[in-house]
């Protein structure tokens, strides 16, 4: 069975720096995309950043230049780097796998969500 499962998130005060990481387990394959999306109080799910199996980023303009991401295709893992964090960046912090493909997914694969990290940024 497909698990994804963050960690990494806390109390932390502005400016300062949080790693958030999330690992996939179980009988994978192989995954397209991996991303983090955050979720503050009463909003929308919103796109954080991505990273395609080949290396290639993308980010919400409101973290572009303190957030960074990055993948081990190894173990199946997306991190996620924030510096300069803002009272603003106070969400739970999702990670999603794009088509993932394991063994009970064979071949076309399903998408994957974790339970969610909080990161919590007081100024």
């Known amino acids: 069975q497909v698990q994804l499962e963050e960690s990494g998130g806390g109390l932390v005060q502005a400016g300062g720096s949080l790693r958030l990481s999330c690992a996939a387990s179980?009988?994978?394959?192989?995954?397209?995309?991996m991303e983090w999306y955050r979720q503050a109080p009463g909003k929308e799910r919103d796109l954080v950043a991505s990273i395609t199996s080949g290396g290639s980023t993308n980010y919400a303009d409101s973290v572009k230049g303190r957030f960074t991401i990055s993948r081990d295709n190894a173990k199946n893992s997306v991190y996620l780097q924030m510096n300069s964090l803002k009272p603003e960046d106070t969400a739970v912090y999702y990670c999603?796998?794009?088509?993932?493909?394991?063994?009970?997914?064979?071949?076309?694969?399903?998408?994957?969500w974790g339970k969610g990290t909080l990161v919590t940024v007081f100024s």
């Open positions: 179980g009988s994978i394959f192989s995954i397209d995309d």
């Open positions: 999603h796998a794009d088509r993932l493909v394991s063994r009970s997914s064979w071949p076309g694969g399903m998408d994957y």
